[in-house]
């Protein structure tokens, strides 16, 4: 191994322990070396200002992008870049930091079709939402490699404040989907009542969009006998109480098969029995 080498190896093992320690005067000194690439990537994949960006290390994130010839979204393993790992991590300053940058692209996503919005909204880091969606570039409809949307994902971990802040956006689509996912069906389909709530409010939603399978929200609420979202859905006019899915059934089959009382309750109603039969 050449002395150059090993120098350069040295220099960005000094580096990351500099940066595990928060060491930001000896960061400055080795980051001052101009000559040294400060890109490099380490055992495990990682650039220095992803590592530190993921890690919450906001003073060394500052002092990296010092260099002007630094790359502020090169990807590392996974290829996820550091912005994405704060956002995925809940590190709000390295977020901020970041998205001051011109030269950072807010929508790139990793292997898997992630964005930091979608990784924001589904670890429910609010913050961190609330300062991507402040950008117009941000892509609020994104799907990942599964058809899911940030606000799929919001809804269906019950993150009420991200799916309030999902809604905020003018260009937000509540029905985009693939399969029929959309954040209503996770709703109805995890029983995250607060967040059918906050859908249901919503003119421009369609709340009897089925899935690939033709179970609709109403559907998946009565077979998993989540109450208080079937009786919110009955309450919507284009809803359909009787929909089959693909195989025929309909929500009060799913019901009474799963023993739910109180939505077999509900189905049976003639409110509901002659809802569309008009």
């Not at 292997?111 to 939402?129: C, F, K, N, R, Y």
């Not at 029905?175 to 607060?194: C, I, Q, V």
Request: charged residues 30%; contains cysteine; negative net charge.
């Amino acid at each position: 191994m050449c002395f150059r080498y090993r120098f350069r190896l040295s220099l960005l093992n000094g580096l990351y322990c500099a940066s595990i320690f928060e060491i930001n005067v000896i960061v400055a000194c080795l980051v001052g070396m101009e000559d040294e690439d400060v890109d490099q990537i380490n055992s495990m994949g990682d650039t220095p200002l992803a590592w530190a960006a993921g890690n919450e290390h906001g003073g060394v994130v500052e002092v990296l992008l010092g260099r002007d010839d630094i790359d502020p979204d090169k990807p590392g393993r996974d290829g996820r870049t550091p912005l994405l790992l704060a956002a995925r991590n809940g590190h709000e300053g390295a977020v901020k930091i970041l998205l001051g940058r011109d030269d950072v692209n807010s929508n790139k996503p990793d292997e898997d079709s992630m964005t930091p919005l979608l990784w924001a909204a589904w670890h429910g880091h609010e913050g961190i939402v609330k300062a991507l969606l402040g950008r117009d570039d941000v892509n609020p409809n994104k799907l990942d490699d599964n058809g899911e949307t940030p606000l799929t994902w919001a809804a269906r971990k019950g993150h009420e404040r991200v799916v309030k802040a999902l809604l905020e956006r003018d260009d937000v689509d509540l029905n985009k989907s693939e399969g029929g996912h959309t954040p209503l069906r996770s709703a109805a389909f995890n029983g995250r009542e607060a967040v059918a709530k906050l859908l249901l409010e919503r003119d421009d939603l369609n709340p009897d969009k089925p899935d690939e399978f033709d179970r609709t929200p109403l559907w998946w609420a009565a077979y998993h006998g989540h109450e208080g979202i079937v009786k919110m859905l009955l309450e919507r006019d284009e809803v359909n109480p009787d929909k089959p899915d693909s195989l025929g059934r309909v929500p009060l089959w799913c019901a009474a098969k799963n023993g739910h009382a109180g939505v077999i309750a509900l189905l049976q109603r003639p409110t509901s029995a002659t809802h569309h039969m008009t």
